[in-house]
């Protein structure tokens, strides 16, 4: 008797893996940033410095895997607030950047596809549905969906993914987490997750690590790297 191995379970993140948001997406973001920074780091009167906000962001990154973590925990700043504000470009559609033939490319992967993105359910709803690849996914799961006992863990948190795999019903192994973000990467890999690194809109990615499975340039590379 032939017995079928179980179809992968695909979840891909959105920015620089299945498009390019380094090309100018990512800059607009970085500036709004910046602004919201200045107010919440400043006196009320005198906006902080961009000396300042640069070494706070490195300081929250580093520590907590995103800058809105750090600003949630020890500026108070709400977490929807910030997203809406940093996340509202209302030329979105003129910035995207993306390879054609990726609704092919997941069409024809084997396997369920889940979108999981750190990015707020509106902004990854306008990109995923101007790159018309959205009837791909049988989910979408943005930040909003990532709060564990009432508090944001998004990506890389290892106790969010654990809890997304019993809410949805998934086995770690059959799971593979396309990502260009190798924390986020690490993560899944730890909890027996099988991982692909996403380089092509990377500025100097690095060579592969030896924990990770695969490394791609492109997605579209993901059906000769199976």
Known sequence: MNIKPLAPVWLFDLDNTLHNASH???PAMVEKMNAYM???LGDGETPASAEEISATRALYWQRYGATLLGLVRHHGVDAAHFLRETHDLPDIEE???FERGLGQLLRRLPGRKILLTNAPR????KV??????GRHFSDQITIESMHVHRRLRPKP????LRRLMRRKGLVARRCILVEDTLDNLRSAHALGMR?????????KPGKKPAWLD??????KKLLKSK
């Open 24 to 26: 100018a997406i990512f």
């Open 38 to 40: 200045a107010r919440v």
């Open 95 to 97: 910035m995207i950047r």
């Open 122 to 125: 509106d902004y990854a709803r």
């Open 128 to 133: 995923v549905g101007h790159m018309g690849i």
């Open 157 to 160: 948190s290892r106790i969010m």
């Open 195 to 203: 991982t692909v690194w996403v380089t092509q809109y990377l500025l």
């Open 214 to 219: 695969v490394k791609v340039k492109s997605v």
